[in-house]
C-alpha cells in the first residue's frame, strides 16, 4: 500500500506539476483574484500591492544567490571533492545512502538551514556519483526534507525573534509578549523536542521506505566536477591573478573579522555569516583570486531561478499582506478564519495549519511572522493558549509546506541539475508525514 501511494504520489506530481516560474505565476493570478474578490480591493488598487511587494525581497535575493553560488564553488574545490566522495565511498547500499543524506541534511538544517541546503545537495551528488543503484531524485528529495526541521532549530528566524527583547517582538506578538522568551522555553521546550525526535527517528526511514523498484541513476560521469583550467602564469599580471599570498591576506582579514563576531556574540550562525563561511572558505580551498573567480563564474549559472522567481513571490507577499483602509488582508483572512472554528484544545493545531497554508504564499519565515503574529497570538491568549506556543505552531507551519513550495528548493535544485517535477512527489509524501506529526503534537502535547 505504501508503494503504491508513493508511486502515485510521484507520477502525480511528475504529470500536474507545473514548472516553478509557472506555479509562480498560477499563485499569482489566483492571489490577485482573490485580493480583488475577497479583499475589497480595486484591480488598480490590487496591482499597486503586488508592484510594491515585487521588491521587497531584493536583499534576501541576493542572500540566496550568493548561499547558492558560495556553497557550491566551496563544493567544486578539489580538496572537497575528494572529501565527500571519500565520505560517501563508505556507503554501500542505496538505502544507506538515503539515511545518510537525510541525517546530515538534517543536522546542517537545524544549525542552520542555508547551510543544511547546500550540505545536503552536496552530499546528494557525491552519494550519486558513488552509490551504484541509487534513485538520484529520492538522494535530492531526501537532502531537501531535512529542511522541514530548520524552524525548530537555532536558525529558526521565529524562536531567535522572541529571544530577542524591544518594541518589534511586543508589536509582532500582538503585545501578548513583552519580555525576551529564552530558547529553552522554544527551542527546548519538550513539546519542540519531541517533533524534533520525530523527524530525526521518521524522516530516515520514511524516505529509506520510498525507494523505488526501478530506480532513476545519475551518470556519474555527468555529475563530476571538471577539472578546472590551471591559470596562466606568462605575465607579471597572471601571476597576481594566480598569487596565493594575496589570497591569504583577505583570508586573514576574514578571520579577524569571524573572531570578533564569534566573540561578541557567541555561536550566532546568521545567514550573513554562513555565507561569510561559504566565501573565505571557499577561497581558502581553491588557494588563489583567479582559481576561486573561475569556479564562481561556472557555479553563478545555477542562480537563475532565484533572479527570476523571487521578485514575483514578492509581489505575491505583497498581495498578501496589503489591505484597503477598511477592509482586511488576505493573509489576515485566512487566520481569522481558522481562529472562528478553533476551541482551546484545538487552536494550535490549527494555528500550524494555518500558519501551512499562508506559507504556500508568504514563503518567508520572518514575512510570515509579521503577518500572523500579531493576529494569531491575542487570539490564543483569549483562549488561554500561551503566545509562546502559538508562535511555535506559527513557525512550525512555515516549515511544514515548504515540501511543497518549489520556492526553497530553488538553491538545492540548481546545484544538483534536477527540476521541481523530479522531486515533490517524494516531498508531497514527507509532507503528510510530517503533518500528522506535528498536529499530533500540538493536539495532545501543548
Known amino acids: 500500500m505504501f508503494r503504491f501511494l508513493t508511486e502515485a504520489s510521484v507520477k502525480l506530481v511528475r504529470q500536474y506539476l507545473p514548472s516553478p516560474f509557472v506555479f509562480c505565476i498560477l499563485l499569482t493570478v489566483a492571489v490577485y483574484l482573490a485580493a480583488v474578490g475577497l479583499g475589497g480591493q480595486s484591480p488598480l488598487q490590487a496591482a499597486g500591492f503586488w508592484g510594491d511587494g515585487l ?8 542572500q540566496m544567490a550568493l548561499i547558492l553560488a558560495t556553497g557550491h564553488v566551496l563544493a567544486k574545490a578539489p580538496v572537497i571533492s575528494r572529501l565527500l566522495d571519500g565520505l560517501a565511498a563508505r556507503v554501500r547500499s542505496p538505502r544507506m545512502a538515503v539515511l545518510a543524506v537525510t541525517l546530515v541534511s538534517l543536522a ?12 545536503g545537495a552536496v552530499f546528494a551528488k557525491a552519494l550519486a556519483r558513488q552509490v551504484r543503484g541509487a534513485d538520484y531524485p529520492l538522494l535530492v528529495a531526501s537532502a531537501y526534507s531535512g529542511f ?16 530577542t527583547a524591544g518594541a518589534d517582538l511586543a508589536r509582532l ?39 523505488p523498484k526501478n530506480p532513476v541513476v545519475a551518470d556519474p560521469e555527468k555529475l563530476k566536477e571538471p577539472p578546472p583550467e590551471m591559470p596562466k602564469k606568462d605575465t607579471w599580471a597572471h601571476k597576481v591573478d594566480d598569487s596565493r599570498l594575496l589570497a591569504l591576506l583577505l583570508l586573514a582579514m576574514g578571520a579577524v573579522y569571524l573572531y570578533g563576531h564569534f566573540s561578541a556574540k557567541g555561536f550566532n550562525l546568521g545567514l550573513n555569516i554562513v555565507i561569510g563561511l561559504f566565501l573565505f572558505a571557499g577561497l581558502l580551498a581553491h588557494g588563489t583570486p583567479e582559481r576561486y573567480s573561475r569556479a564562481m563564474e561556472d557555479s553563478a549559472r ?89 508562535a511555535m505552531a506559527i513557525a512550525w507551519g512555515d516549515s511544514w509546506t515548504n515540501m511543497i513550495q518549489p520556492f526553497w528548493a530553488l538553491p538545492l535544485l540548481g546545484i544538483v541539475g534536477l527540476d521541481a ?21 500540538f493536539l495532545f502535547m501543548v
Open 108 to 119: 546542517g538544517c537545524w544549525l542552520n538551514w542555508g547551510f543544511g541546503l547546500i550540505v
Open 173 to 211: 506578538s500582538g503585545k501578548t509578549i513583552e519580555q525576551a522568551v529564552p530558547v529553552t522555553e522554544t527551542l527546548f521546550a519538550p513539546f519542540n523536542l519531541v517533533i524534533v525526535l520525530g523527524l530525526v527517528i521518521g524522516l530516515p526511514l520514511l524516505n529509506m521506505a520510498m525507494t
Open 55 to 62: 521588491w521587497s525581497l531584493l536583499g534576501f535575493s541576493m
Open 302 to 390: 545555477g542562480i537563475s531561478g532565484i533572479v527570476l522567481l523571487f521578485p514575483f513571490y514578492g509581489g505575491i507577499m505583497g498581495l498578501m499582506k496589503g489591505a484597503v483602509e477598511g477592509g482586511s488582508s488576505l493573509s489576515a483572512m485566512i487566520s481569522q478564519a481558522f481562529i472562528q472554528m478553533s476551541s482551546a484544545d484545538s487552536f494550535p493545531m490549527l494555528a500550524f495549519l494555518s500558519a501551512g497554508l499562508v506559507n504556500v504564499f508568504v514563503p518567508s519565515g520572518g514575512g510570515q511572522w509579521a503577518v500572523q503574529g500579531p493576529i494569531m497570538l491575542p487570539a490564543g491568549v483569549e483562549l488561554g493558549v500561551s503566545p509562546v506556543v502559538t
Open 148 to 163: 522541514l526541521i530548520w524552524h525548530g532549530g537555532l536558525s529558526g528566524s521565529i524562536p531567535l525573534s522572541l529571544a
Open 421 to 441: 517535477r523530479a522531486i515533490m512527489g517524494y516531498c508531497l509524501m514527507t509532507l503528510l508525514y510530517s503533518g500528522l506529526l506535528i498536529s499530533a503534537v
